[in-house]
């Protein structure tokens, strides 16, 4: 089995073999997978990471390991207007929830909930399979749910918080 154990620069060199992973999948330090071209891959990296369609891992071998988004069940949203779509990842960022911003739409994992809401505040859903590739965090990797800010109070929370916390414990953060 072949070991990948660094993250290149994008774009660097060519790629002879690839790997399609899906969103949860992409954040991995040690992983074994296998490549479309049939090889296992033993993921080795020094720390945990955020792989991104497109990115490049470097090969015990000297070769290049090309990953891909694999598709998934998605909802692109759109509104008719760029207020509304800025409310809408304004509430979808309120929520944790991990989002791609593809110009003036939003890309989200499916989830009713969330589809429900959005459509309440005047968007559009559109299921589709293709890649998620959200945006990364601005304080941490992506890795992690990271920041969270709550107030118990909020009528937008009422206990059902999509990652499924039903209480938030209040711990710092490098901004306060």
């Known amino acids: ?38 090889e296992r891959v033993l993921f080795d990296l020094a720390e945990a990471t955020r792989l991104r369609g497109g990115d490049r891992l470097a090969l015990d071998d000297g070769r290049i390991l090309a990953i891909e988004a694999d598709p998934e069940d998605v909802v692109d949203i759109t509104a008719p207007d760029a207020a509304t779509v800025t409310r809408l ?17 939003l890309r989200i994992r499916r989830d009713h ?3 429900a809401m959005v459509q309440r505040l005047g968007g559009t859903v ?12 601005a304080y941490h990797d992506g890795g992690g749910h990271g920041h969270h800010h709550h107030d118990d109070a909020s009528d ?15 711990h710092s953060h490098p901004h306060d």
Request: proline fraction near 9%; aromatic fraction near 4%; charged fraction near 20%.
């Open 1 to 38: 089995m072949i070991r990948a154990h660094t993250l290149l620069p994008a774009g660097e060199g060519v790629p002879a073999l690839t790997v399609r992973l899906g969103y949860d999948d992409r954040f991995r330090r040690r992983l074994v997978v296998e490549s479309v071209e049939g």
């Open 113 to 115: 909930v969330l589809e």
């Open 156 to 170: 937008d929370h009422h206990g059902d918080h999509p990652h499924g916390h039903a209480s938030h414990r209040p």
């Open 126 to 137: 559109h299921p589709l399979r293709a890649p998620f590739d959200p945006e990364v965090g």
């Open 89 to 105: 990842a304004w509430h979808l960022g309120n929520r944790h929830t991990p989002t791609a911003v593809l110009g003036g739409t």
